[in-house]
């Protein structure tokens, strides 16, 4: 006998498996609401402390800004910035310039003195320690000029070039140029002693230790002495602009309270600290391209 099977013989059961596979199906996307409400938390912790932070700054400048007259309040010095920025880059004569030539040339003056410093100060840390004879003979000299604080420099500069300009680059110079020393001089003295010892044994030239050995191994010290120096340049220019004169952020804000325009000054500090903020980001970033540990 043959026996006859159809598909409706099949229904019961593929209703029964259907039935039974879509709690499955739906297991994950129960899942999903407590992974979206993890990530609005981390959101959360990363982004509500620092507005905390801003909101109780501000709320102490407006509390301060109530009980004396001569500080502007925050919305008065918001309107005074919108205004300024509508249009940074003016010019009605050498003095007289937008805030944004005045803060180029600013970065203008810590480039070339920031370059310099960088140009003699590294290769001056290498030196100092990978050679125990030019680590004594300098060691004294640094230690007896490093505290001196940069604005002393300033009228060495004056003397010298007889111009503001260079004088204040001079400033930047011999402010920037000690934490690159220091730091550099310190990478190559914590170098293994093994890799100069192999370096002996393979009788390597001066120029492969330095090349393969010294540099890559003193590369992250090198670079957190750059972020040091970016940071001090960055602060000092303002107050040497401030003694030169000229076009320059410290000018600007020197000139803005001769003018008695307190809101100014304010906004000034603000872009002070956005600007340093973001030098020292963006070394921080190159520090971590270069660093062997993230590679």
Known sequence: MTTSITMSDFSPMTEQSTSAA???????????PPAKNARLLNVLRRVLPPLIGLGLLIGLWALVAMKSSGIPSPLLTWHAAVELFSDPFYVNGPNDQGIGWNILSSLKRV????????????????????FS??????????????????????????????????????TIFICSIWPMILNTAQGVQRIPSDYMNVARVLNLSEYKILTKILFPAVLPYMLTGIRLSIGTAWLVIVAAEMLT????????????????????IIIAIFVIGVVGLLLEQLLLQIAKRFSYENN
């Open 111 to 130: 480039g070339i003195g920031f370059g310099f410093a960088a140009l003699v100060g590294i290769p001056l840390g290498f030196a100092i320690g990978r």
């Open 245 to 264: 004169g000229g076009v320059g952020i410290g000018f600007w804000v020197w000139d803005e309270w001769n003018n008695l325009k307190v809101e100014h």
């Open 22 to 32: 879509a709690p499955a199906a739906a297991t994950p996307a129960a899942s999903v």
């Open 133 to 170: 004879f030019l680590n004594a003979m300098f060691e004294p000299i640094i230690s007896l000029l490093r505290p001196v604080s940069p604005l002393a420099w300033l009228p060495i500069g004056l003397l010298v070039f007889k111009k503001a300009d260079p004088a204040a680059t001079w």
